[in-house]
């Protein structure tokens, strides 16, 4: 059987994948898939915690499931942030989009 | 080293190399692409773990629609996230991977100072019913059934302002 170290080691890593992703990408999109991958990281503990631990209390399942969502808020909000900045000031670099009125 | 393991492994090393590819490549489809192949990966996980309707929703909901979405926002915006022959990350990217490697070394010292880090799962009873568990959950008071109604009026406010925010008022 696997032990829960192995997945808690794995999430870890695909955590800090993510956050080099939004620390170190220019392009807002490229920054928000980092984020989606951060948010996975997450739901891998969350259901393995679940499993190992507490298997008869079904509340890690239903908070990823909650996690679903919110990521599926977050992408619906932000890609259209994105386009309305890329309509309006032709650019999606962060470091560009630095003014509240133009 | 049994089967399951290895499973483990191989699926582990793919979803993190096509992680760290949808984060470094310089092609955004790509790394939307990328995106997709680790998102598959903890899909598999969640099979593993035996949350079965999780791994259904990781394919529908984030690979059907938010990595498709991605994909079409990449798209309109082509001639910057494509076109650019510098490259994608900024000029700390130095500093970000430093902040990274130190992070999972601390978490990874972190998680192993805990007593249950060895621990390996109970054999669950093949009548046991997640699924149906997870159902009556989201819908019971006595359980979380304030937390799916927030999520849901969420999922609305999100869906009102993502249009008012996207829309051409000049068209």
Known sequence: ??????????????????????????????ILIGVELMLNAANVNLVAF??????????????????FAVAAAEVAVGLALIISIYRRRNTIVAEEIDMLKY | MTGIQIIF?????????????????RNLVHAALW??????GVAIFFVLLNASFLAVAQVVIYIGAIAILMIFTIMLTRRVAVGSADSQLNANWGWAAFIAVALFAGLVWLLSGWNGFNITAQQMSPRTDTIRQLGTALVSPSAYVIPFEVASILLLAALVGAIV???????
């Open chain 2, 35 to 40: 995106l997709v192949l680790a998102l598959l």
């Open chain 2, 165 to 171: 925010v996207a829309w051409d008022r000049k068209s």
């Open chain 1, 50 to 67: 679940w499993r190992y631990v507490t298997p008869d209390a079904i509340g890690g399942q239903v908070f990823a499931v909650i996690v």
């Open chain 2, 9 to 25: 492994i191989i699926v582990a090393v793919v979803t993190l190399g096509a992680g760290l590819m949808s984060v470094i490549t």
């Open chain 1, 1 to 30: 059987m696997i032990p829960i170290s192995w997945y808690l080691v794995f999430s870890a890593a695909l955590f800090t994948i993510g956050l080099f992703g939004v620390l170190a990408r220019k392009n807002a999109v490229a």
